[in-house]
Nanobody, 124 residues
């Protein structure tokens, strides 16, 4: 059974930073790209970033490019999202999800497995 546990969210002032973690189990972690997504109240879920399974290639949404950094530790089955220069419009529940493939070529397509998410709230 695929399990994804996001953590690291919280309340932060605009301009601040947070580091999210996604601990994965139940599948061969280093065979799949992993993406971060977010959903703000009243809005559809959107892709934030994706990282390939092993070569470190990454993709970012234009809204977070230059502020967010995705990384992964395959030894720990964990993906991270370092979020700097946070803005109130970054407020959302953040989720991670594996891609069906080894790279981010089909991102934001996912395999359909989701965690419970972690709330990020940025105050102005």
């Amino acid at each position: 059974e695929v399990q994804l546990v996001e953590s690291g969210g919280g309340l932060v002032q605009a301009g601040g930073s947070l580091r999210l973690s996604c601990a994965a189990s139940g599948f061969t972690f280093d065979d799949y790209a992993i993406g971060w997504f977010r959903q703000a109240p009243g809005k559809e879920r959107e892709g934030v970033s994706c990282i390939d399974a092993s070569d470190g290639n990454t993709i970012y949404a234009n809204s977070v490019k230059g502020r967010f950094t995705i990384s992964r530790d395959n030894a720990k089955n964990t993906v991270y999202l370092q979020m700097n220069s946070l803005k109130p419009e970054d407020t959302a529940v953040y989720y991670c999800a594996p891609s069906p493939y080894i790279d981010c070529g089909t991102w934001p397509l996912t395999s359909g497995s989701w965690g419970q998410g972690t709330q990020v709230t940025v105050s102005s």
